[in-house]
């Protein structure tokens, strides 16, 4: 770890691999700053990283990683600082000089085409030409070069080169976005929340790529909220907090505590003691349901419990919730809410049963991205507050500031775009404006997914202080140990069923694992 410099600020001294000798800053970033109208989102930040690492970028919502990245990628101009490569100091004014400095980037929110063929995607402001032409040949085998590392990885186990991307799920789409990456040849390349929307199998298999790459001499910044993979991945980690770095340490020789105390300091593990009866009121009771991915789901939702999905990811778990919310044409199987049969032939018509959703993907389900952070807000609860047809500008600003007060949203102004807000603040504003409609089920679709620690402990003290009023929650969680540690009954998918319900003493790693993979328990 760097040593305090004066004032106690850490200095910017390198650290030593004895395995890899002495470390050589071919990157420098230096006195970075960037403010955000009323938002200091850096403040004399510095990052130094050498070829051949990959080098994690760690620090809470807001504390300045993307800024980070996009003035590396040339995405956003800095206010003050400077960039030196290979020991020669560079300007990046856009992300055609970025790529002129072989540095290329993977995002949380994809750059793709939905209606453009993966090929097209991948040969986008790069297209090859004869004659002036655009050489298709050359195109297809681009892609399929591009993205052979990750054949295995796809969900129909092929190369989806002239598959439209609209028609791939989350996971293969940001594959797509990683081979599109890899294609510009990157000597630095920045993998910023892109594993956020991978399954585990997908995620092994980046792990494998980017671990080439580095014994290629690539520079990696690797950005992820899941310390595990930060553990198991890099080589060292710069600490950000308040837009400024406060350490950088060598993985072998530190510890996800220690990452975390670095981060926000000091914090509890979540643990969810309140557990509802098992004779509490049913409030929503599904059978045999059907949709177009759903295969006869059957369950029950008790008045103020946390029902986790689990199993295998890509089982039906986001169908289920979006066959709820009214999204997904359900086939058939009936719902009921409070004991009547319900009909949910819309969005709408689940809103109005009291039903919330917060999606999965926040930049494409979740929020108006170019949006006012007020109207992404409020936008779901407008008919709550309005007057013969007029809205008070007055009350739509009060009760957007209740949200904020209590979700501890940062942020310049509520007319900011709602772009402007980290990716963490982001979700909050997705979870908040759901909180204004005052639902009796909520939806809860990998709700943090790019968010930090603390910002996970937020929301799982938010769960609890709405189950607490009755309000029950259906939870669907890439983590497992996020399952276990909120929920009061996990239900286990496979091929869009329920095929086993854990509860009480069941709810461990074990027989979560067992269930999930349909082998008898293993014995502790």
């Not at 029950?300 to 999204?327: D, K, P, T, W, Y």
Request: proline share 4%; charged share 25%.
């Amino acid at each position: 770890m760097r040593s305090g410099g004066p004032g106690g600020r850490p200095t910017a001294t390198l650290t030593t691999a004895s395995s890899r000798g002495a470390r050589v800053a071919y990157l420098q970033m230096a006195g970075l700053h960037k403010r955000y109208g009323g938002v200091v989102a850096l403040n004399d930040a510095n990052l130094a990283c050498e070829r051949g690492e990959v080098h994690a970028l760690l620090g809470p919502n807001g504390s300045g990683k993307s800024t980070v990245n996009k003035i590396l990628t040339g995405v956003v101009a800095p206010d003050a600082g400077t960039i030196t490569i290979a020991g020669r100091r560079v300007t990046i004014d856009g992300p055609a000089a970025a790529q002129r400095h072989r540095i290329a980037a993977v995002y949380q929110d994809l750059s793709l085409v939905d209606d453009l063929t993966v090929a097209d995607n991948i040969a986008l402001a790069v297209e090859p030409t004869r004659a002036g032409f655009v050489s298709r040949a050359e195109v297809r085998r681009r892609a399929e070069e591009a993205l052979a590392p990750f054949a295995e990885a796809f969900d129909r186990r092929e190369l989806p080169v002239e598959r439209r991307v609209s028609e791939l799920s989350a996971g293969d789409q940001q594959l797509v976005e990683i081979a599109k990456a890899l294609a510009r040849k990157p000597e630095i390349l920045v993998l910023d929340e892109a594993t956020a929307s991978l399954r585990a199998a997908q995620v092994e298999v980046l792990f494998d790529v980017v671990r080439r790459l580095r014994d290629d001499g690539v520079l990696i910044v690797f950005v992820s909220h899941r310390l595990e993979e930060i553990m198991e991945l890099c080589d060292r980690a710069t600490i950000l907090r308040n837009g400024r770095d406060v350490a950088t340490v060598e993985r072998a020789e530190t510890s996800e505590a220690e990452l975390v105390r670095l981060m926000i300091g000091e914090i509890e593990t979540h643990e969810r003691e309140r557990r509802p009866e098992p004779d509490a009121e049913v409030v929503l009771r599904v059978t045999d349901l059907r949709t177009s991915r759903l295969n006869g789901a059957t369950f029950e939702l008790r008045r103020g419990e946390v029902l986790g999905l689990g199993g295998l990811q890509g089982q039906g778990q986001s169908e289920l919730l979006m066959a709820l919310f009214g999204a997904d044409r359900i086939l058939g199987g009936t719902v009921e809410l409070g004991g009547r049969p319900l009909r949910l032939t819309s969005p709408r018509a689940a809103m109005r049963a009291g039903f919330a959703y917060v999606p999965g993907d926040r930049g494409r389900e979740g929020i108006l991205t170019g949006r006012p952070i007020l109207e992404n807000l409020t936008l779901p609860s407008l008919n709550r507050r309005s007057r013969g047809g007029f809205l008070p500008h007055r009350d739509e600003r009060a009760a957007a500031n209740r949200v904020v007060e209590q979700l501890a949203i940062k942020l310049g102004d509520l007319e900011d775009s709602v772009g402007s807000l980290s990716g963490g603040n982001q979700q909050k504003v997705v979870v908040g404006k759901w909180l204004l409609t005052e639902p009796r089920i909520v939806l809860l679709d990998d709700p943090t997914k790019g968010i930090d620690v603390g910002a996970k402990q937020e929301l799982f003290t938010l769960i609890d202080a709405l189950t607490a009023q009755g309000v029950s929650v259906l939870f669907n969680s890439s983590e497992d140990r996020e399952l276990l540690a909120m929920c009061d009954r996990i239900l286990v998918l496979y091929e869009g069923r329920v095929v086993d319900v854990l509860a009480g003493d069941r709810l461990t790693e074990e027989a979560l694992l067992a269930a999930t993979l349909r082998i008898e328990e293993v014995q502790a």
